[in-house]
């Protein structure tokens, strides 16, 4: 089976400080993605990677940035925290085209 | 502009009972269709996909899905709903058909009654 994990399931962050959040998986796939999840919004993805150190924008990258350094491990980087990105982040993972496979998620808090 | 429409954000249904959640499309092409499941605290999870051929889908947990070309539509259904399908419900395009990127709907969020 395939496993997406990430980091942290709970995180609470100050205003101002730059928060990691890690992805792993274990099924050697090409691609990765950071969504966040915000009620009544559905997913809306940030960033994708469709190899190592390649990235490409989502619908909403402003105030993040991302790392894939490993084929297996994608980072989304808030350089510096505020308050409207509080939010759950999903991690997904793909082979090519075909469909994607979530990690639990990590709720994070920035107060 | 081009996007996912679950026009049903809450709807709930009696244990036993069959459920039709829906999810509409506007691309010029058709899309690669997915829906998924994300039950409280979980992640998504997959319940089944659509890329060419029947336009009926079987999906996980008894799930099925239709396409309808002339309805940009790819519904949900199933004919009996279990208490354990309580869930949110999210259906997403593959807007460039391999492209990788999803989008998703709002989702539809289900609640069953005993």
């Known amino acids: 089976d395939v496993k997406v994990t990430q980091s942290s399931r709970y995180l609470v962050k100050r205003t101002g400080e730059k928060v990691f959040l890690e992805c792993v998986q274990d099924m050697d796939h090409e691609n990765m993605f950071w969504y966040r999840q915000d009620p009544g919004l559905g997913l809306r993805l940030i960033y994708f990677s469709y190899d190592v150190k390649m990235k490409e924008k989502g619908d909403i990258p402003e105030g993040y940035s991302v790392s894939r350094e490993k084929k297996e491990r994608f980072s989304l980087i808030l350089e510096s925290a505020s308050t409207n990105q509080t939010s759950m982040y999903l991690c997904?993972?793909?082979?090519?085209?075909?469909?994607?496979?979530f990690g639990p998620g990590t709720r994070l808090t920035v107060t | 502009a081009q996007s996912v429409t679950q026009p049903d954000i809450h709807i709930t249904v009696s244990e036993g009972a069959s459920l039709e959640l829906r999810c509409n499309y506007s691309y010029g092409a058709t899309p690669y269709l997915f829906w998924y499941v994300q039950s409280p605290g979980q992640g998504l999870q997959l319940l089944l996909k659509y890329f060419s051929g029947d336009t009926l889908v079987q999906g996980i947990k008894g799930f099925e899905a239709e396409f309808k070309r002339s309805q940009s539509s790819f519904n949900l259904r199933k004919p009996s709903v279990h208490w354990s399908d309580a869930a949110e419900y999210f259906c997403a395009v593959d807007k460039d058909t391999g492209r990788r990127a999803l989008t998703f709907g709002s989702g539809t969020r289900l609640q069953v009654q005993p």
């Open positions: 997904a993972s793909s082979w090519r085209g075909y469909e994607q496979y």
